[in-house]
């Protein structure tokens, strides 16, 4: 499967961006969708995901309360809203997904997924 996210931009701290992730060349709602990300100089992080056939969605405790995943299996896309954003969030987004993800499979774990997207930068300002 080819993952295509955009939706990455600028914008100062306290606003909002929703990013989207378009699959495409598989079931899409097979997959367990979600988002990382990374900031210089550190390692890839979970953010949020949203697991496969109506399954339940998890975000990380850093980012629960302002990001919302979620998902349209009729557009094959995986959207991730981000409300009150600070310089913390400054990093590049990342999609990823995994076909056939079972319940006990950690989905913040980065080393369980298959398919990744190119990644959108996001910068917050001050």
């Known amino acids: 499967v080819q993952l295509q996210a955009s939706g990455g931009g600028l914008v100062q701290a306290g606003g909002s961006l929703r990013l989207s992730c378009v699959a495409s060349?598989?079931?899409?709602?097979?997959?367990?969708m979600s988002w990382f990300r990374q900031a210089p100089g550190k390692e890839r992080e979970f953010v949020a995901a949203?697991?496969?056939?109506?399954?339940?969605?998890s975000v990380a405790d850093s980012v629960k309360g302002r990001f919302t995943v979620s998902r349209d299996n009729a557009k094959n896309t995986v959207y991730l809203q981000m409300n009150s954003l600070n310089t913390e969030d400054t990093a590049v987004y990342y999609c990823?997904?995994?076909?056939?993800?079972?319940?006990?499979?950690?989905?913040?774990?980065?080393?369980?997924?298959?398919?990744w997207g190119q990644g959108t930068l996001v910068t917050v300002s001050s």
């Open positions: 060349g598989g079931t899409f709602r097979d997959y367990t």
């Open positions: 949203s697991r496969r056939n109506g399954g339940r969605t």
């Open positions: 990823a997904a995994r076909r056939g993800m079972i319940l006990s499979t950690p989905v913040n774990d980065v080393r369980e997924y298959h398919y």
